[in-house]
DNA sequence: TCATTACTGGACATACTGTCCAGCATCGGG
DNA sequence: CCCGATGCTGGACAGTATGTCCAGTAATGA
């Protein structure tokens, strides 16, 4: 499947790893064509055989990012469905840590938001997914359009690991954060804000 | 304060509004200096005279925006140093319907995402500062890092909004999201995913 | 009214893009 | 190990965008 000549293989990565170090450093759009292959010490007319673009290229970042995760968390998922476990939130995690430089030129939304908006597309048909398959296996109906659940939800994920990215140390291991996200996104920022009970009504929107 | 000479203050609006409605038809990296002063009727010389850059023009839509919402956010930000009041999003739900373009423009991260970054970090500041003034005034400690706490709500709130300023027709009144939004995340995900008590134990992370 | 300031079109050098090609290097199947 | 196929190369190309400058004209507001 993947490209049987080895020396695809390596230009292609080689473009990649320079492309994500140079958008690191200058800025997506501040990086030419030429400075790409520059970098990867290719020739420049080679860029062209591969990509037609410096977005083509990008996007493959992307869609590389999301299968690698999709597999990943494969596993992971069915376990999802029935309880509220934060293992596919963990994976991704990891899988970040693993790909840090990668990660943050997508989460910073580089290339106009398109590669981001990708990514976060994904993780919010998994989790809409996985949100409906558990109402149906408990026999419970959300109290919130499923919609602003599952985008919330993806929300509250991405802005966290943004954060944690672009954090230098990072803060927190990937197991510390992801139970701070799920305790929060479970019981609620009440709770989390170290109150009690439960919000009382004066509390509430107006 | 804001800019004396007439021609000066159409000009710039002429040029914002052209850039806004470009970016969106075409996406803001596929837009160059001549689009935007062509369909502001403008000479092209007179962009530069006003801003260096294409960058510099949206940078100054980001900025506008900001200023604006702080405004409008000024007088309900100390009635929710108390409770947990949704005034300031409802506000700001208000705000980008009526500025739906350069709202969409800014939410989409055009400009690989730097003005969106400096939204978000806007509201996030924001929020932490809310949130420690009602953590001391109600003599509570939160349970939950206030960085992941704040990254946390500001960005359920951006993926909302972003989902909500894409849909046509707008799916639900601010009012409606801004409900549901705060239902959420005051009560949790658990909550709202429609069950009575609160999370089990063995649902938790691992 | 009039001094100031903005807008204008046109021209300029510079830089990036995407395409083409002909020659050389490397590959992997037989 | 050979050799046909494929990838890599530098260099050249036209096309387009950028940012700067200028000298002439028009609008502004005091």
Redesign the pocket.
């Known amino acids: 499947m993947a490209t ?5 293989r ?2 292609k990565r080689l473009l990649r790893d320079a492309l994500v170090s140079l958008a690191l450093e200058r800025g997506y759009s501040a990086v ?3 400075d790409v292959t520059e970098r990867a010490d ?5 860029f ?3 990509y ?3 977005d083509e290229l990008l996007g493959q970042i992307v869609a590389d990012l999301g299968e690698d995760l999709k597999e990943r968390l494969r596993p992971l998922v069915s376990d999802s469905s029935v309880g509220f476990t934060g293992k596919p939130v963990l994976e991704m995690f990891r899988h970040a840590a693993e790909e840090r430089d990668a990660y943050r030129v997508v989460l910073r939304g580089e290339g106009d938001g398109r590669a981001l908006r990708r990514f976060v597309d994904e993780r919010t048909a998994l989790a809409a997914q996985i949100f409906s398959a558990r109402s149906a296996a408990n026999g419970v109906t959300p109290r919130i359009d499923m919609e602003v659940l599952s985008r919330a939800w993806v929300g509250e994920q991405v802005a966290v690991l943004q954060w944690w990215l672009e954090s230098d140390p990072p803060p927190l291991t990937p197991e510390a954060v992801t139970e701070m996200l799920l305790e929060l996104s479970l019981r609620g920022r009440y709770w989390a804000s170290g109150f009690d009970g439960s919000p009382s009504s004066d509390d509430d929107t107006t």
Chains 1, 2 share one sequence.
């Open positions: 049987e000549d080895r020396r695809v390596r230009t030419t064509v030429e290719v020739g420049r007319a080679t062209y055989t591969h037609t673009d410096k």
